[in-house]
């Protein structure tokens, strides 16, 4: 008996390892939108600065630029009203395929991203005008039986007044390069796994001036590298040829945090010390070999919180300074071995809300300050062992806004100073089934249903919900989604009216006669 659990456990280990980095990998999607929703709300752009299709397009940040993934990048002219095409990178007849532009970010005042432009899949930038957008370097190795051959640039992140990111090059594989904008200044960083092999960066991270990110490295296994200007540093935390796979790597506290394997305790979070180039076990939380089955690394004030199941109490929420004695399951709301299972972690005004289910409640909303204590019941939404699954919570006004559903179906709550109210905006049994909660311009804005006009944009100015705009007129609705704000507009993505052209981009200042289509993602 014995023997056959020690030859199921390598298997069953591999199946925790690869859950809890698929858990991983979707944290980071989410940390990445709200990276970028960030830059908007903080950023100082006047879209109204963009007076010609000619000129600049003034940001003030390098930082994360939205993802819009359009066939042709287009440029926010003197009005968002109008649309100005900075240039058709991929033109076809009927531009259905077109660039796929997917990542772009800013450094150095300048818009990097990836697209396809008859050339492969390469590095394109560009100041916002015609003239000016361009692809960088060609890094992909044509021939006649190939083509199409592109470098395909990937984890672009911005860092100073340059941009990093991944792309295969013959020769090379896939390594680690940066760009300052110009074919020159377009060079590799370093060649991390020697040879035609690629090293395969990923999970960049900036943390001051440094880079830090996961990568195979020679004679290393995959680990840690530390990029200090022109130094690269490997943290080899599974001393010679085997790997510990970072995953999940989180900036919080000056320093980065992630999921590795040290080869003794399982997978287990990590400190890593920039200053000192180390990393060190945090805790282990899941006793010997076992994995601590941590995910949704979430960055909060002295350092992170997140998920955890340390084998006895199941899984709960944890806390963690970077000590070992300051990394502690914060409260265990399901007793016992069972599991609460806390989802959806988000840092508003300095407390943490989350969902998590006990058998007498189900799912609902909890708050607290991070500390043993402090952890308390919003609302009993849904009475009784029911789950009212709130999710979507965001600062409003002087408390919060959320989803969550009772007995007469999914709705949009508020919850301010102890109190707690639903906001009826559907007869159906259902609800509206609110999502995507943008607070912005002392508002609250959001998709919903009202069963008569479909999924389209509401607002919320703190006395009465109402339909913003039917955006796709009769039943249909414009289903409205990624809502970031922009200046003096609200930018969103949503159908258009004429069912053929899809997804574009709309602009909203608040008021119905201001809610229009600025340009298409789609070009017909």
Request: with cysteine; glycine share 12%; charged share 20%.
């Amino acid at each position: 008996i014995c023997s056959n659990r020690a030859a199921q456990r390598p298997a069953a280990r591999a199946i925790r390892i690869a859950v809890a980095r698929q858990r991983c990998l979707q944290l980071m999607a989410v940390r990445r939108i709200r990276e970028r929703r960030r830059f908007w709300q903080e950023s100082a752009i006047d879209p109204t600065r963009a007076a010609s299709p000619s000129g600049n397009v003034h940001m003030n940040r390098s930082t994360h630029f939205v993802a819009i993934a359009a066939s042709s990048l287009a440029v926010l002219a003197s009005s968002l009203a109008s649309q100005s095409l900075i240039t058709d990178l991929a033109p076809s007849p009927s531009g259905g395929s077109g660039a796929g532009i997917t990542e772009v970010v800013v450094a150095g005042g300048l818009g990097f991203f990836s697209a396809h432009g008859g050339f492969g899949r390469e590095l394109y930038v560009s100041d916002g005008s015609t003239a000016n957008t361009r692809m960088v370097k060609d890094l992909g190795t044509r021939s006649s039986s190939n083509p199409g051959a592109s470098s395909n640039p990937q984890e672009l992140t911005a860092l100073g007044n340059e941009v990093l990111f991944t792309a295969i090059v013959e020769g090379l594989g896939r390594e680690l390069w940066k760009s300052d904008g110009t074919a020159a200044g377009t060079v590799l960083v370093a060649d991390l796994n020697e040879g035609t092999s690629s090293s395969r960066p990923e999970d960049l991270q900036v943390v001051g001036a440094n880079l830090v990110c996961s990568a195979t490295l020679t004679g290393k296994g995959r680990e840690l590298c530390l990029v200090s200007g022109d130094q690269i540093v490997p943290i080899d935390i599974q001393p010679g040829s085997g790997s510990s796979d970072p995953t999940g790597l989180t900036v919080a506290a000056g320093a980065a945090w992630c999921l590795v394997d040290d080869g003794t305790h399982g997978q287990e979070l990590f400190r890593v010390d920039l200053a000192s180039s180390t990393a060190t076990l945090v805790r282990d939380i899941g006793p010997g070999e076992d994995d601590g089955m941590i995910t949704q690394l979430t960055p909060f004030a002295w350092g992170v919180v997140f998920v955890a199941d340390d084998g006895s109490t199941g899984t709960e929420l944890w806390r963690s300074d970077g000590s070992e004695a300051g990394t502690v399951r914060v409260v265990d709301l399901a007793q016992g071995a069972a599991s609460s299972e806390p989802e959806g972690l988000s840092v508003v005004a300095g407390e943490l809300y989350f969902s998590a289910n006990t058998a007498a409640l189900g799912r609902e909303l909890y708050r607290c300050s991070g500390t043993a204590g402090s952890v308390e019941l919003v609302a009993d939404l849904h009475a009784g062992a029911a789950s009212s699954n709130p999710t979507d919570v965001t600062a409003f006004g002087d408390g919060i806004a959320f989803a969550a559903a009772d007995a007469n179906g999914r709705e949009l709550w508020r919850h301010v100073r102890g109190k707690s109210w639903r906001i009826d905006l559907s007869p159906a049994a259902g609800g509206s089934d609110p999502h995507g909660l943008v607070a912005w311009g002392g508002s609250l804005y959001f998709a919903a249903n009202d069963g008569t006009s479909g999924v389209e944009l509401w607002r919320d100015d703190g006395r009465s919900p109402y339909r913003l705009k039917d955006l796709v007129p009769g039943a249909r609705g414009g289903n409205p989604i990624n809502a970031v704000p922009f200046g003096s507009k609200l930018l969103f993505a949503a159908d258009h009216a004429n069912a053929e052209r899809k997804t574009v981009l709309w602009a909203t200042d608040g008021t119905p006669g201001w809610t229009h289509v600025v340009l298409s993602l789609i070009h017909i």
